[in-house]
């Protein structure tokens, strides 16, 4: 296990780990022994040719680094220990991964439903808003 500068345990975990899922989005983190994780996917940004592609810039010198973005699937914390820092600690640690990376952005979706997750990403985070294109704006 890694350690971040606070001495907080940090573990890798690859794709090809198995977590015990209950369905997709639903990690049971007590039996993976976890505390929270984030999932994410550096991507690449399909607003500007309307298709999905991998983003694999540092292998394709003539794909611009400004094409590629770092999509942030789920951010979850053991319910106990929300409201602690935690997801802001995960964002940092995504943010900061992003940047070395050369990512463009870091985008997400939240239901706007989600008032919880909406505030922590539009109060708490800065930086982060409403795309133009978001459904909730129709």
Do not use: W
Not at 79 to 96: A, F, N, S
């Amino acid at each position: 296990a890694q350690t971040s500068g606070s001495d907080i345990p940090i573990r890798t975990i690859s794709s090809e780990t198995s977590l015990s899922k209950k369905g997709y989005g639903d990690v049971d983190l007590k039996a993976a022994n976890l505390v929270g994780f984030i999932h994410y996917r550096h991507e690449f940004d399909s607003q500007d040719n309307g298709e999905e592609q991998e983003c694999e810039h540092n292998n394709t010198p003539s794909l611009p680094p400004t094409l590629c973005q770092t999509y942030l699937y789920e951010l979850q914390i053991k319910p106990t220990l929300q409201k602690c820092g935690l997801g802001h600690r995960l964002m940092t640690i995504l943010e900061l991964s992003s940047q070395k990376s050369k990512m463009s952005k870091v985008v997400l979706t939240v239901f706007k439903a989600n008032q919880r997750a909406m505030k922590f990403y539009l109060e708490k985070l800065k930086g982060y808003g409403v795309d133009e294109m978001s459904p909730s704006n129709f």
